[in-house]
């Protein structure tokens, strides 16, 4: 895998303290990894680096009575190695290097009848080994300003599970509950952190997502001749988390809700026309999805997700 000479020049005056317009390149060459070269005069960069590797998948299933399996899968997996082509970086992290992955999974899935209720039950729990872990985030060098960068940290450890549990207790009435588990550890390995110093993570948590996440579900149909209207509610919950593994109080995501509604109406008048209205985030929760930490810079930016929202659909089947 080659990549082309790459120009990344551009205006810094106000940087680098220069009078303003003066264009400055601002790839950072020293020291420059193996396989790269800089041209500073013309402001490009030349790497290469070659990846190949072998993925396997072995699976085993057994069913011992009608509704009832259990499964079993052992996986290994390869990511490839790239560039980080947007970023100034030209040393040892301009080229991220393979990441190699090997999962088991255990899990079970149940559907049958007790007396009149009908009863889906699915679980599952894995754990996963990476090594070569590749980490993208945004760092915010001091003369380049924010970049996104993806490391190869080194190793780290992931583990958890998920059930399902989908009740019909009485004709067209459907009620249901998931469950998700999450946490992860660092086994070895440095990160850069978002103010560029090198950071020892071995024995940190892993975190990208919340430990713990659940939803609840309920719909009733309504038959009305050939018709029927279905309301549904929706009710999901995660638990705060960090979204990397710095656990400063500007990367905290904090828990929270959301309701969300709906009603439909399919075969409108023994038409052919379905009918839905819906709302979204019905309690008008505030919540933030993600945020940027340039604190050191005098900065931090959150992301919200949307507010409450109200709208109606409709479609025709041919």
Not at 74 to 95: A, C, E, M, P, V
Not at 236 to 254: A, C, H, L, M, V
Request: hydrophobic content about 35%.
């Amino acid at each position: 895998m080659t990549r082309k000479p790459h120009p990344v020049c551009r205006a810094t005056g106000n940087i680098l303290g220069v009078p303003p317009g003066t264009v400055a390149c601002s790839l950072l060459s020293s020291p420059l990894a193996d396989g790269v070269t800089v041209d500073p005069a013309s402001c490009t960069r030349r790497g290469r680096a070659k990846f190949s590797a072998g993925n396997y998948v072995a699976t085993l299933d057994w069913k011992p009575a009608p509704g009832l399996l259990f499964y079993g899968a052992l996986r290994h997996g390869y990511k490839s190695g790239g560039f980080n082509s947007t970023s100034d970086f030209s040393g040892s992290q301009f080229i991220f290097t393979p990441e190699k992955l090997d999962d088991i999974e255990l899990g079970l899935k149940v559907q049958q009848r007790l007396g009149n209720v009908d009863v889906r039950f699915n679980a599952s729990g894995f754990h996963d080994w990476y090594d070569g872990l590749q980490l993208t985030s945004v760092l915010i060098d001091p003369v380049a300003g924010p970049q996104s960068l993806t490391q190869t940290v080194g190793k780290a450890r992931l583990w958890g599970g998920e059930a399902e549990l989908i009740v019909s207790p009485v004709h067209n009435l459907s009620l249901g509950a998931t469950f998700n588990y999450f946490d992860g550890k660092f086994t070895r390995g440095t990160v850069i952190d978002s103010n560029t110093v090198a950071r020892d993570v071995a024995g940190a948590s892993y975190n990208s997502q919340p430990k713990f996440t659940y939803t609840l579900t309920g719909s009733y149909g309504i038959e009305v001749g050939n018709s029927k209207i279905t309301p549904s509610i929706f009710y999901s919950w995660r638990k705060g988390y960090f979204i990397n593994f710095e656990e400063e109080p500007q990367t905290f995501i904090p828990s929270y809700g959301l309701l969300n509604g709906r009603i439909e109406y399919t075969n409108v008048a023994d038409t052919q026309i379905d009918v839905a209205v819906y709302a979204r985030n019905i309690t008008n929760k505030t919540y933030s999805l993600n945020s940027t930490n340039g604190s050191a810079f005098g900065y931090v930016t959150r992301f919200f997700g949307e507010p409450r929202m109200y709208g109606i659909e409709a479609s025709y089947r041919f």
